[in-house]
């Protein structure tokens, strides 16, 4: 079946210091891929659309230039958190859409940031 | 816009025990309908899903789960619970035309499965 993967898995970095998430489609294509926000004990929640060759489309509440997000390939979409603090500390997940019939997405195993 | 609730923050149950997770949906049209699980920090894992025809929608490990539209729900179920699906269970909608096809989740169940 499609797999996603991300990486880092996890990561700690220092206030004010920017971090990068990568999400990959490892044997589909994907020119939509989606980043969620997942605090502790709490449900996911729907950032951006990052679509391939194009702007991000942004979920209302969500800081564009804070959460920067690049979608090169088909395969690979990049979550960058600029000027981090100690607020954005959390668990970061991406999906992607294998293009077929069933309309499923499927997600990455999640990213962990820690910003000290 | 499209919202989902998971009525029930916590279920305890034991093993061997059935299992109910309830869920209800608001959308306009027929949504596309979902049952994830979670892990602790790891990603999620579809379950099921329901797009259209029988309602009864049979899933992976041994759960299931009903379409009422006349309920607005999509609750999930299984006959004989084991210590490891003890998780976080999330269940989702899609919806098209403003939407945008996003998946919207309820806010979650966790399930604690006792000996």
């Known amino acids: 079946g499609a797999v996603v993967s991300q990486h880092p898995s996890r990561v700690i970095c220092k206030s004010g210091t920017s971090v990068k998430i990568e999400c990959r489609s490892l044997?589909?294509?994907?020119?939509?891929m989606f980043w969620y926000r997942q605090f502790p004990k709490q449900s996911l929640m729907l950032m951006a659309t990052?679509?391939?060759?194009?702007?991000?489309?942004?979920e209302q509440g969500v800081e564009k230039d804070k959460f920067l997000i690049n979608h090169a390939s088909l395969t690979l979409s990049t979550l960058t958190v600029t000027s981090a603090h100690p607020e954005d500390s959390s668990f970061y997940i991406c999906?992607?859409?294998?293009?077929?019939?069933?309309?499923?997405?499927?997600f990455g195993a999640g990213s962990r940031l820690t910003v000290l | 816009a499209q919202s989902v609730t998971q009525p029930d923050i916590h279920i305890t149950v034991s093993e061997g025990a059935s299992l109910e997770l309830r869920c209800n949906y608001s959308?306009?049209?027929?949504?596309?309908l979902f049952w994830y699980v979670q892990s602790p920090g790891q990603g999620l894992q579809l379950l099921l899903k329901?797009?259209?025809?029988?309602?009864l929608v049979q899933g992976i490990k041994g759960f299931e789960a009903e379409f009422k539209r006349s309920q607005s729900s999509f609750n999930l179920r299984k006959p004989s619970v084991h210590w490891s699906d003890a998780a976080e269970y999330f269940c989702?909608?899609?919806?098209?035309?403003?939407?945008?096809?996003?998946?919207?989740f309820g806010g979650g169940t966790r399930v604690l499965v006792k000996p």
């Open positions: 999906s992607a859409r294998d293009g077929g019939p069933a309309n499923v997405l499927t």
């Open positions: 959308y306009g049209a027929t949504p596309y």
């Open positions: 044997d589909f294509q994907a020119t939509t």
């Open positions: 329901y797009f259209s025809g029988d309602t």
């Open positions: 990052s679509n391939e060759g194009s702007k991000a489309t942004y």
């Open positions: 989702a909608v899609e919806g098209g035309g403003a939407a945008g096809n996003k998946l919207t």
